[in-house]
């Protein structure tokens, strides 16, 4: 029974379809502002339990309003959807195509995690706008028939770190596509920083760019002091993309949500944990996390969550959980039987796949440095073991492909 026109603004659209309140249904509507929350996504939590980030409309309306004026999407584009809902990047992947009138395909659930499929759908549908990790782009560029999507003009990229080398692939295997670089927790509203790549670049990395419209980024010390050019220190973000905080977790709020005082002004930020540094030119490079918070494939995970379930298992004394070479590692110490089958089985019930460690280390104690704490660096490497025996590469392009997929995974074998 609902009938919008085919234009509406922004603002009118996410007023009244975010929370829709119709008169022949309710006796009264409720006014709806900037300041009241529009949705609430989970996402990991540091002290081991998931936290829910709350959003008003002001700030997902501001995201919006700077994708659509910014990129300038139009009638003849077709935006392929295929993030998990559960995810804050997929909130635009929505709104965008309601917002502005482009067409919107709807991938198949568990569709982003198969590049033929993916592939498919791009050159059937000539999708024109594609929202992907990094990881995912890569092997999308593997396939022989990526160079057939000619439809591709916007390729953006988040989740983790982007590499120079993926931007250069895309130059010459797409090259009427633009990568976009987007940058920004959960907290401050899906995206906080963007950054057009160029396969000129010469870094590394690439680097997570300059604020979005009505955000300011500010790259603090421990004392919150302004850091000089080309020093690390901790990126805060302000502006109208931010949070109202957690759900009903105030502590957590008021640690992660501080106000300071920038150039004599008393500014709300948010601390996001991520080590950064400026440039010469005014452009922002990410360097790395500040705590023990990684991200695998394109997922944001707290190590805390991943050892506070572990930890919960009867049989376990003691755990700690770390990111290595691209797998999930748990260093665990039994106090009974060490069955890794059995502790797996008992998360995959508490955890997502991704977050159940893939290498199981038995120890039987955890070292310590000088002050009680678990000394990280003294833990052994890992050993990745496999129930299929070994077969060593005979032909030249097996020996080839061998060598390039264990530099890959920085593995032996």
Known sequence: DVSLPERVSCNTLLVDSLVFNTRKRLK?????????PAYMIYTSGSTGLPKGVVVPHGAVMNHM????????FSGSDTLLQKTPYSFDASIWEFWAPLLSGIKMVLAKPEGHKDTDYMIGEIKRHNVSVLQVVPSLLKMLLLSPEIVDCTSLRLIFCGGEALTQDVVKDVAILLPEARVVNLYGPTEASIDSTFYIASDEHEDVGVPIGVPIDNAAVYVLDEGLNFVPEGVSG??????SGLALGYFKRE????ERFIVADIQGIPTRLYKTGDLVRWSKEGILHYIGRADNQVKLRGYRIELGEVEAKIQ???????????ASKQRLVAYVVCSGEFDEQAMKRALRGELPDFMVPTVWMHQQALPLSPSGKVDRHRLPEPVVVSDIPYVAPETPTEILLAVMWAELLSVEQ
């Open 28 to 36: 009264k509507t409720r006014k709806v502002t900037a300041a009241d």
């Open 65 to 72: 309003l700077w994708m659509q004026n910014r990129f300038e």
């Open 251 to 254: 502590t957590l709020t008021n």
């Open 312 to 322: 919960a298992l009867p049989e376990v004394q003691d755990v700690v959980a770390m």
């Open 234 to 239: 901790e990126l805060h973000i302000a502006g």
